[in-house]
């Protein structure tokens, strides 16, 4: 659970990066997902891995789409992939 709430705190600090007209919707878009995932099952690792390397790569989708430095997700990934 620790590891989820640092990953949505991380997710949330990229938004911050977007353009401001975006903002709203790429929060509520990160919000809706980590609730809709939080029934996920945490003993399968492989599940909760799945996801959290989802999350990371989503964000990078997104930060590139707006043209923002993908290194700005450095932290997820440390988070995410580690």
Not at 39 to 45: G, H, Y
Not at 61 to 67: A, D, E, G, R
């Amino acid at each position: 659970m620790e590891k989820a709430l640092r990953a949505y705190g991380a997710v949330l600090r990229l938004v911050r990066r977007l353009p401001k007209d975006t903002r709203p919707y790429y929060a509520k878009y990160a919000r809706e997902n980590f609730v809709n995932y939080r029934e996920v099952d945490a003993a399968d690792p492989n599940a909760l891995n799945d996801l959290f390397n989802r999350t990371y790569t989503h964000s990078l989708w997104v930060l590139k789409k707006y043209s923002v430095d993908q290194a700005a997700a450095d932290k997820l990934k440390e988070i995410c992939c580690s």
